[in-house]
């Protein structure tokens, strides 16, 4: 599928179908937990399945779980039948574990299941756009390094935290490159750890190897979406774009509209109804009156997709997804009687 085309025919739709990220409440359709789920490429393509089948989605997006590369790397993790999997541990502690951090092969842990599952899924799922979901290189090194100690690593230590972010950025490209050969038309790369840098230290510590990632992964027919959720985007716009994604996801903790304001006009936007929020607390008739909300002040955005602010989680409702598209059917569904009428 040629993606620029692809993107090109999305902004240029008056019509926009909706794209959140949704994987893991395929559980519920399967009947089957989050363990089971992440311990199987056939269920994840089976469940990826189920849920194309049952959505309108603009593109089909695999599991965002940020501790699959980090166990690749040697990770402790916590596995449970009900929540997405975390990393218990950091494995990085001094600049000797930093210099002698080996990069995995690509296959280490879940990752090749990952690989094969993305796999097929695009054997199974023809009609729309399949993505991966790969954590961003900053969000991995936090996870190496502990999330919190690395905000204070990266003013005490910064050639340490370079040393990982070297390596978590090698791993990540030829992960990725992995996921172009299943015949994927992107990836999801979810970095809401720098979310929360102050803009010079994005700079420094995030941007540059985020662009180096898409410099060296992203051609035509394999897309970068970049998602982050972290609180400070707003703040992190104009260091954010430098990348050079083909389109940027984020979360509810910003306004929309202001991010819309702020990114490139001809790259696609996505975001951002609250995922526990609304997906997995809210009701039918809540989530409907956030998607009207919500598209009333940015549908007039060529360049804006409505979707979840962050990965939905496995306990959202499924009345609240299913809600959800409803709603974005009825917006433009009434956006094009409007304009018939004209």
Same mark, same amino acid.
């Given at each position: ?57 603009? +593109? ?7 501790? =699959? ?19 218990? /541990? ?8 930093? /210099? ?22 695009? +054997? ?9 979901? =790969? ?10 390094? /502990? ?39 992107? =990836?999801?790369?979810? $970095? ?13 510590? +995030? ?39 083909? +389109? ?25 109804? /609250?995922?526990?929020? $609304? ?64």
């Amino acid at each position: 599928m040629n993606m620029k085309q692809w993107l090109a025919e999305v902004m240029a739709s008056k019509t926009k179908r909706a794209m959140p990220i949704l994987s893991f409440p395929s559980t519920a359709l399967l009947g089957v937990s989050v363990r089971e789920l992440i311990s199987s490429a056939a269920l994840q393509a089976e469940g990826m399945k189920h849920v194309a089948l049952r959505t309108d989605s603009l +593109a089909s997006v695999s599991l965002m779980d940020l501790s =699959v590369e980090a166990e690749a790397f040697g990770c402790p993790i916590k596995v449970s039948d009900g929540e997405v999997p975390t990393v218990t /541990d950091r494995i990085v502690w001094e600049e000797e574990d930093a /210099d002698a951090l080996a990069i995995p092969e690509v296959g280490a842990g879940r990752t090749g299941l990952c690989i094969e599952a993305i796999r097929r899924a695009c +054997a199974e799922i023809t009609d729309r756009p399949v993505f991966a979901g =790969v954590i961003g290189p900053y969000s991995l090194a936090g996870r190496l390094m /502990d999330v919190s100690e690395i905000m204070i690593l990266c003013y005490e230590e910064p050639d340490m935290v370079h040393t990982v972010m070297e390596k978590a950025t090698t791993f990540l490209i030829d992960y990725m490159n992995a996921y172009k050969q299943t015949g994927a038309c992107g =990836v999801v790369v979810a $970095e809401p750890l720098a979310g929360l840098l102050s803009p010079s230290l994005m700079e420094e510590f +995030a941007a540059p190897y985020m662009k180096r990632i898409v410099d060296a992964v992203q051609t035509d027919d394999f897309l970068v979406i970049y998602h982050n959720c972290g609180n400070a985007v707003e703040t992190l716009a104009e260091q954010i774009v430098t990348c050079g994604a083909s +389109a940027y996801h984020f979360g509810n903790a910003c306004d929309m509209e202001k991010m819309l304001v702020r990114m490139p006009s001809d790259t696609l936007v996505m975001g951002n109804i /609250d995922p526990v929020g $609304e997906f997995r607390g809210g009701t039918p008739e809540s989530m409907r009156t956030a998607v009207l909300s919500l598209l009333a002040r940015c549908s007039s955005y060529p360049n804006f997709v409505i979707s979840s602010g962050c990965d939905i989680p496995p306990s959202a409702k499924w009345e609240n997804i299913d809600a959800f598209f409803a709603a974005v059917r009825e917006f433009y569904g009434a956006l094009d009687a409007a304009v018939s009428k004209q």
